[in-house]
C-alpha cells in the first residue's frame, strides 16, 4: 500500500484532456470497433464538437481567471471534458475485456478530480445508465460546453481592457541566417571552438554539429554567428540556412536546398527520388555548410517514415559526399540529438544559461548600446559625478535582474530593450520587481510544452506539485500518474513500463534532468522547468486529495481532504 497527498494542480489544464479523447475516439473509429452504430456516430459527434473546444481553451488556459461567471463558466467546460473522459475509457475498459487481454481496472477519472464537481461525484461515477446513453448525455454536455466556451471568450475579450490580454494566435516562427543584431555574447568561447575545428577539418564525410538548449538559450544566435564568420569566407563553396520549426518536411527541404545550389533547375514537378538524385549529383564535388535551425522531433515524417528512418533519407544525398562538408542543427530536445548521433560523426555542444558576467554585458549593450560602457567609468567625463554614481548603483541591480532571468539571453536582451537609454536606479528597481518578467521567460519556453504529445503535457504538468531541487522518484512518480489515469494502457505492456517509458520521454526533450552524484543518479527539474509546470497546471481551487492506493490489486480509494477558494 502507498500513500500520496498531491494538490491537484492539473485540475485546471483541460486541453491536454481533450486531445487524449479525441485520440482514443478517433482510434475507435479508424478501427472500426462500432462500425455502422450508433455508437460510432456518437463518437463522430464527439470528435466534431470537442477540437471546437480545444480551440477555445487552447487560448483561455493562458490566463488565471478570477471573475466569478467566467469560473463558473471554466467548471461547465471542464465537468463536460472529464465526463467525456470517463464514458470514453468506459468503452476502452469493455473492449478490453472482450478481446481477453489483461484486465485493465476501470478508471474513474472524475473521481480522481473530485474538484471539478462539489456534490454527488462519486455516485455518478460509480453508477449510472447504459454507455450508450452515457454517450448521448456526453454530447449534450460538450455542445453546452462550446456555447460556454465561446460565451467565455467573449466575456474575457470584452474584461481584456481591465485585466486580461487576450494573445493573437502565433504563425510559425521564422528566422534566418542574418542575425537582427551583433549580439554574440556569451556564446563566443563554443563560437570560436566551432569555427576552429571547421577550419581544421580535412575531407571526408559530413560532420554533424548539433547545438542543443532550452528555449532563449541563444542556439540560433550561435549558428548565425558561425554562418556569418569571416573566417569562414571562401571556406565552403556554398552556405545553406533551412529552417525547419515545427513540420520536418523532407520534400520541402530537399527542394530548398537545392534552389540554393542550383537555380535553374525546376523542382516543380520533380519526384523526390528525381530530387535526391540531383541533390546528390551537385553535392559530389562540394564543399557545403549546411543549417538545419529549429529541428523539433515528430512522431513520423512525411507521413511514412520513422524519425529515424527520416532523417537517414534525408541525409542519403549528403552521406555520399567527402569534400568535409559540416551540418549544424539547433534544437531544444535531446531525442534530436540522439537521433543524429545514429546517422555518422557527431560533435554536440549543449548550451546553458549566461553566467552574470556575460549576462551583464548583455543588458548593458541592450540598454545603452555598449558592451564596454561601465568597463572604465573614468572615462566618463563629461558625464557629472551625480550620474556617474547613478551608473556605478546599477551593475547590483543589473545582476539580480540577470539572475531572476535564469541567464536566458533572450529574456535579458529583451529586459535590456526595455531599459534602453534609462539611467534613473528606481526604474531599474522597478523593473527588477516586475513580475512579467516571469512571464517573459515562461513565454520562452512553453512552445516546447506545446510540442509535447497529449499524455506527457499531463505528466509534466503533475510534476508542478514537487517544489524546486526535489529529487524525483521515476518509479513512486509513476505510480502517481497511474492512479491519476494518465499513462494510457498499451496493448501487452505492464502500466508501469508505459509510465517508466513516459518518463524516459520527459528526460530525453529535456523537462527533466538527470543528475549524477558519484555511482547513482538522480532526477531532477530545472528550476526554468519547474516555473514552466507550475505556469501550465495553474488553477483556480486550493485542495488536496489523497489517494491509497494498491496496484497489484488493481484498486484505487480516494479520500477528500479540501478547501475550496474559486
Known sequence: MAEISAATAVGWVVSPVIKMVIEKTTSFIEKKYFEKSSIEDGMKK???????????????EQHRIVDPN?????????DAVYDAEDCISDFDYELTKKKNEKLIPKKKSRVRRIAASCSGVIQQAIGGNSNLEKLRQVNKSLDQANRSAEKLLQLMEANKSDNIQLPERKNKVL??????????????????SIIQWIHEKKAGPPTIIPIAGRGGLGKTTLAQMIFNHPRL???FESKLWLTVSDNFDMVELTKQMLKYLCENFSTKDASFDMLQTKLQTELASKKILLILDDVWFVKDING??????????????LRNSNKGSTIIVTTREELVVNTLKSLGSIRPISLDALNDDDGWSLLKLKAFGGENLFTNLNDLEPLDKEIVEKLKGLKPIGKKIIKKLKGLPLAIAAVGSRLTGEFDREE???ILKDDSLDNDIIEVLHRSYEHLPAHLQRCFAYCSLFPKDYYLKRDR?????????????STGERLEDVGKSYFSELIARSFIQVIKRG????YVMHDLMNDLACHVSKGNANFYITYVFDLTLGSLHVTLSASFTF
Request: proline share 5%.
Open 46 to 60: 464527439m470528435n466534431t464538437t470537442l477540437p471546437e473546444i480545444l480551440s477555445t481553451m487552447a487560448i483561455v
Open 70 to 78: 467566467q469560473v463558473l463558466l471554466v467548471r461547465q467546460i471542464k
Open 175 to 192: 528566422k534566418s541566417s542574418v542575425p537582427s543584431e551583433d549580439i554574440f555574447i556569451g556564446r563566443k568561447t563554443e563560437g570560436e
Open 233 to 235: 569566407n571562401g571556406h
Open 304 to 317: 511514412k517514415y520513422s524519425y529515424e528512418e527520416g532523417w537517414k533519407q534525408f541525409f542519403a544525398p
Open 428 to 430: 531599474w528597481k522597478r
Open 477 to 489: 512518480l509513476v505510480h502517481m500518474w497511474i492512479a491519476q489515469g494518465f499513462v494510457l494502457p
Open 519 to 522: 555511482n547513482k543518479e538522480y
